[in-house]
């Protein structure tokens, strides 16, 4: 069965691989450094739709002209409710998008909110399986997350919120009612995997992104977030980080001040772009400049 499908449209520029996956190709028309990435992969938050991812793939247009783009996006209940075959099957037409032995500076990840990353996490291991290899990135940026390490009551409030994000101007007067019923099969999910032994879907996406079988040691990562975000707290975001160093990646933060969950691009467009441009010149010339 599917659940929340992406609705069908036109994205100018952009071929349908899929009703997840779009893609365009670089622009021949512009110079491009030679350490700039040939590929480009946008994980859209959360049910975001196409317009609003787009703007993302618009400024890395900016940045990086002549990179093919691949974009992502995120339907949150399709994730939920499918098992982790098909959340690969979903996430294989990337994996045929990023070319077959490319070099390891050839792409750069983009994955916003925990719902981008779970499913970068499904196209990581989607490739891995395919190519017997880790997917050839070079950095992997990280907007508003990770976050939810546990299931606990203000976790569940705050995916609640989430998760009916697009309803609150619409239908203001079901959003209580939407959150409510989301808190209470949050509870019901939760302890049917505690009795049956399985791991949350999202927990898996957080440890699978410190973990060395699906992430290769050469990725650097950029976590870009800030402390007035509502739906991830900046403290899980910082622990990740902190984990990540840790265990052998190299890692930096670019912390914003005042804007919410995935709007700091919107807020602060010069600071977020510098951020990206300067992490990619790093993580290709393997300077080592972490900060937090």
Known sequence: MIFNTPKSFALPGFRALSDQVFVRPGSVDQEASASDPDTIIIYGWGDASAKHVVKFADGYRRLFPRAKQVIVLSPMLRLIFSKQRRRLEYMMPVVEAVEYGAGENST??????????????????????????????????????????????SSLIRASRSLTLKMSGKFPGAVAAARIAYFVIGCVTDMFLRIMGWENIGCWSRRAANNEKYEAKEARRLYMYSKEDDIIPWDEIELHLAEARDRGWEA??????????????????????????????RAVEGVDEAKL
Request: glycine share 8%; charged share 15%; proline share 5%.
């Open 252 to 281: 930096e933060a670019e912390l914003f001040h005042g804007s919410g969950h995935v709007g700091h691009m919107r807020q602060s467009p010069e600071q977020y772009w510098t951020a990206v441009g300067s992490a990619w010149r």
């Open 108 to 153: 750069l990840v983009h994955a916003m909110s925990h719902t981008g990353l779970t499913y970068y996490a499904a196209t990581a291991y989607a490739y891995q399986r395919a190519r017997n290899r880790f997917l050839p990135h070079r950095l992997l940026v990280l907007d508003s997350a990770p976050g939810y390490t546990h299931v606990t009551p």
